[in-house]
């Protein structure tokens, strides 16, 4: 039979212009949040973190706002490129059973037309 | 530094054999995580190690699956009796605490169990 897998968001966007990738987050009491890119064939790779404390941070080209209030988190790419075409992940830290880890969301693929 | 280092990068194998995943962490990285990445379930944390011990194995799906680290630079993922449902691609990733420190992966072992 035909499988199911997780649908994924998708994000199409004219090279140049600028893109904004939405995630929402589950637990209230999470203090740390990551973005992740993943090319294809590739492991996630680190883009930018905000703590909770903070309501935005910006990087090269891309800032994360949070939004703890609704939480809500995104990841603005200004200017985008063709290697900006990927997956990106959201991550949020949470504590289980006294012990941290990071959980992921289901991610968002970006594609940039030329 | 060279990153985390996963082997196999590709194995593909017959079901009932068994699979053993390698990861070489980042030197000086006290954490070790192992994830699964599949179409159906996204991006799952099976185990991970904080000074080699393993501090949560929760999401380690059956007892088919066990995990190692025998040293601190040197861990491993195996599956006895591998199952056609273990195809996936498995990441090691390590960080120097999962709460407000990168945690950054290696590129993965795409495995098939056919």
């Known amino acids: 039979g035909e499988s199911v897998g997780l649908h994924l968001p998708t994000l199409s966007v004219q090279e140049g212009d600028n893109s904004i990738i939405n995630c929402a987050y589950s637990?209230?009491?999470?203090?740390?949040f990551i973005w992740y890119k993943q090319e294809s064939g590739k492991g996630p790779q680190f883009i930018i973190d905000?703590?909770?404390?903070?309501d935005k941070r910006q990087g090269q080209r891309v800032t994360v706002l949070l939004n703890k209030t609704v939480k809500h988190l995104s990841l603005q790419i200004a200017a985008t490129q063709p290697g900006d075409s990927a997956v990106y992940f959201c991550?949020?830290?949470?504590?289980?059973?006294?012990?941290?880890?990071?959980?992921f969301g289901t991610g968002t693929r970006l594609t940039i037309i030329p | 530094d060279a990153g985390v280092i996963q082997s196999p990068r590709h194995e593909v194998t017959e079901m009932g054999q068994e699979v053993t995943l390698r990861c070489k962490p980042i030197?000086?990285?006290?954490?070790l995580f192992w994830y699964r990445q599949t179409m159906m379930r996204g991006l799952e944390l099976l185990i991970y190690?904080?000074?080699?011990?393993?501090?949560?194995d929760s999401g380690m799906p059956e007892d088919r699956f066990s995990a190692k680290m025998p040293n601190a630079s040197f861990s491993t993922l195996k599956i006895q009796p591998s199952e056609p449902r273990d195809s996936a691609v498995y990441f090691c990733?390590?960080?120097?605490?999962?709460?407000?420190?990168?945690?950054?992966f290696g590129e993965g072992s795409w495995l098939t169990v056919v």
């Open positions: 990733a390590s960080s120097r605490h999962p709460s407000g420190n990168t945690i950054y």
């Open positions: 637990n209230s009491a999470s203090d740390y």
């Open positions: 905000i703590r909770s404390n903070m």
């Open positions: 991550a949020e830290n949470t504590v289980r059973f006294g012990n941290e880890k990071l959980t």
């Open positions: 030197s000086g990285h006290d954490y």
């Open positions: 190690f904080n000074n080699n011990v393993p501090i949560d």
